[in-house]
């Protein structure tokens, strides 16, 4: 039985950087180096603003557009290959995206932490549990190769000082290859301001509040991005533009657009991520795929749209429904895990556990100060505070301690982080899904091209990270985001950076 006791995923909304206020939580940012104005503007001259020309004589090598991991790591690698006139937009005032809001890991295989742990794994067993994952509807090719090069993303995220050695499990993997931050918190606060120090420290100039609304093309190449900044209208002239605007998941027209039944749905979504990419690529002719595959997470509190992290249930947490009962396993996939709940009343569950789990889980500090953890001194007083039968969720209690303690089979067939209760403080959080993550999006192959409707590569047009689709199929593993963005972001700044040279 695989227990998770050192669980600590930390959850980065209640940390001051919220996506709902993702704006107003710019001093949080700010107090973590990933604010804008700490890396290089494009100079504009007293002229050009006067003028407030759409017109511009300003011309790159590559233009990548978004702050997220996969928009960092491509400038880094791209810069790191030679290619050092380049420049990164981001539309919001912050750096990261979603990015910053990655509370499981990075998955990788084969990985030099893996084996001084002996933590056995391999490519094709991640690849294969990715794609079972996805229900098979994932892209093989896509998949074999950020599962190939997973662990060389590791080391050379490690070179650039971000190092993740703390290894963890998550949902729908059998083996321990989720890399956090050594103290185990979130991944996402260390990887951003990880990744914009590596950028301040090549002087690769970031342009914040610049927003990207459209490419520009020449024939079928695409030559060049129409951005908004102060107000005005400039083309910036490319040799090749990366997308890496990630996700849509905070544009509910754009939603309901590709999945009308998730209208309403909470998002756990950073503003920023309003689906801009697929707009940009999809005019310029790249193809979208799977676009109506638009992850839910089955944990996310619904009054502050708070993401309750999955290393929580890895840890020992359990699921119980308003009439005080399990109904399903907690470490299965998030598919799964949603699509049960919407079936309890009220559609909603009580994700409950004890102090050991509040004491190993940095981020339920963080839920308790928002003030959306129930306490109780014991099963029973929970039970009373939460309103759920106490005899049901003393028996509910006391059947999954039996896991533990009795080696007795779970009825739901939960093998993973089954963590017996230990008498004493008892909490809950009341949870239902909120949308998460686009599975869909540009298609790609491994060289990042993005392929037009005929599977052509449109010369001068790459994509990496949430804004491409194909590789989650229908089901994205917990911790896969972070090996995508990384995997296919270091290889497009160094594939743009070859096909330049
Ligand atoms: P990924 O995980 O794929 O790197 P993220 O969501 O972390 O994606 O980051 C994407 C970034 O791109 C966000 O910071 C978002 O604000 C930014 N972005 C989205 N659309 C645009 C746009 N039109 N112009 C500039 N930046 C954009």
Known sequence: MTTNMNEQEMQTRTSGVTRRSFLAGVGALGALGVLGGLSGCAPQTQEEAAQGSPESN???????????????????????????????????????????????????????????????????????????????????????FMCDNSAGAIEWLDDLGITLDNITLTGGMSVHRCHRPTDGSAVGLTLVPGLVAALNNRNIPIRMDCEATELVKDGDAVTGVVVKEDNKTKTLNARAVIL????????????????????????????????????????????LVQMDQIQIHPTVEQDTSTLVAEGVRGGGAILVNSEGNRFFDEMSTRDKVSAAELEQPGSFAWCVFDQQVYDNNKAIAKYDSAGIVKQGADTAALAQEIGVDAEALAATVAAYNAITTDGATDEFGRTEGCIAFADGNMYAIKVAPGIHHAMGGIRINVKNEALDENGNPIPGLYAAGEVTGGIHGNNRIGGNAVCDIEVFGKNVGEVVAEALS
Do not use: C
């Open 58 to 144: 300003e011309s790159y090598d590559a233009v990548i557009v978004g702050t997220g991991g996969a928009g960092l790591s491509a400038a880094i690698a791209a810069y790191d290959k030679g290619l050092t006139n380049i420049v990164v937009l981001e539309k919001m005032s912050a750096y990261g995206g979603n990015t910053n809001f990655s509370s499981s890991g990075m998955n990788a295989s084969e990985t030099i932490f893996q084996a001084d742990q002996n933590i056995e794994d391999s490519n094709d067993l991640f690849a294969q549990e990715t794609l079972d994952g996805g229900h098979n509807t994932g892209d093989p090719e896509l998949v074999a």
């Open 244 to 287: 890496a605007t990630g996700g849509l998941g905070a544009n509910q027209e754009m939603v309901t657009k590709y999945r009308p039944d998730l209208a309403g749905y909470v998002t756990t979504n950073q503003p920023g991520a309003t689906g801009d990419g697929y707009v940009m690529a999809e005019n310029a002719g790249a193809q």
